[in-house]
């Protein structure tokens, strides 16, 4: 009496197949799709990544502000070959980047060691969009990934530290 019935059979067959294809080629996309995205988060460095400002000497000269002093220090555990530098007044959101950007370190700032003291000019725009003496610096550890070839730039190792540009009177020659 069963045997007669065999169209019922072959319908569930057939659904189960699809299913199972269906399944087979999601699987088979979705590992496909998954080589193609970044392993890292964008941005991130990692866990470690450390760069402090050492110390800080600033200059305003006829208007002019130059860092006439700065060393930093890498206080973690990777090598960083370079640093983005920028500077704002205290509290402000947006902060002008400082040329060269990024700040190549040469040789590369290996973990436990310190910059030669290094100078930067402030751009007269920069000055006259800044305004008062007290100011702030704000660097952003740059690293290479080997794995991707590109430079990533650390936005979970920022670090801003405040500092002052006090006038001086150019001295007569």
Do not use: H
């Not at 319908?11 to 087979?24: D, H, Q």
């Amino acid at each position: 009496m069963f045997i007669k019935n065999k169209k019922g059979v072959s319908e569930i067959v057939s659904y189960t197949l699809l299913v199972i294809i269906a399944v087979g080629l999601s699987v088979l996309v979705y590992n496909f799709l998954l080589g193609y995205v970044p392993k890292d988060k964008v941005g991130q460095c990692p866990e470690g990544t450390s760069l402090i400002v050492q110390s800080i000497v600033c200059e305003q000269i006829s208007g002019t502000a130059t860092i006439t002093e700065l060393k930093l220090s890498n206080k973690g555990l990777w090598n960083i070959p370079f640093a983005y530098i920028r500077v704002g007044v205290v509290g402000a959101k947006v902060r002008s980047s400082l040329e060269p950007s990024p700040y190549p370190f040469e040789p590369v700032l290996a973990p436990g060691k310190t910059t030669e003291p290094f100078s930067l000019d402030v751009s007269p725009d920069i000055i006259n969009y800044l305004s008062g003496t007290e100011y702030e610096i704000e660097v952003q550890p740059v690293i290479f990934s080997e794995e991707t070839q590109k430079r990533i730039a650390c936005t979970n190792s920022i670090i801003t530290q405040p500092f002052s540009c006090p006038s001086t009177s150019p001295t007569a020659p």
